[in-house]
């Protein structure tokens, strides 16, 4: 087993220092990205809901700190998704036996998910209506 509590060890394990451990940690995301659209069908409907909004906040006649929520709260709903379908993935890596505790984890992702739709909501009918 390899020790990661040496600083060295660690390092190695990251992907290296400096701009090589930017340029990993960029390819790693673009990796997440990747499987995320792949294999999670909510999250490639939020790509589409960002599609549809995100030039509509662009587009209408707003003060800068509306647009900034117009713009912000779909991409915050994408971000949720993100981390709701990295808990589904480590709870079913661990297994996939049903379990309280899975379900409660995977259901407060999914809670976490609908509040972040419910700010869409909320922000948009308050600032455009």
């Known amino acids: ?10 390092r190695e394990l990251k ?3 400096g701009l090589r451990r930017i340029l990993n940690a960029t390819g790693y995301s673009m990796q997440g990205f990747r499987a995320a659209f792949r294999t999670e069908p909510a999250f ?3 790509v ?3 599609a549809v909004l995100l030039p509509i ?3 209408v006649d707003v003060s ?3 647009r900034a929520l117009l713009l912000l709260t779909p991409l915050l709903s994408l971000t949720i998704e993100l981390i709701n379908s990295s808990i589904e993935h480590v709870v079913d890596r ?3 036996e049903l379990h309280p505790l899975s379900k409660s984890a ?3 992702g999914s809670a976490a998910q609908f509040m972040g739709l419910v700010l869409i909501v909320v922000c948009w009918t308050t600032i455009l209506l």
């Open 64 to 66: 800068p700190v509306e």
């Open 48 to 50: 589409f809901l960002n």
């Open 15 to 17: 992907g290296g220092t």
């Open 94 to 96: 661990i297994s996939l």
């Open 106 to 108: 995977k259901d407060m």
């Open 57 to 59: 906040a662009l587009w």
């Open 1 to 10: 087993m390899t020790d990661v509590s040496d600083p060295k060890t660690a």
């Open 44 to 46: 490639r409907q939020l």
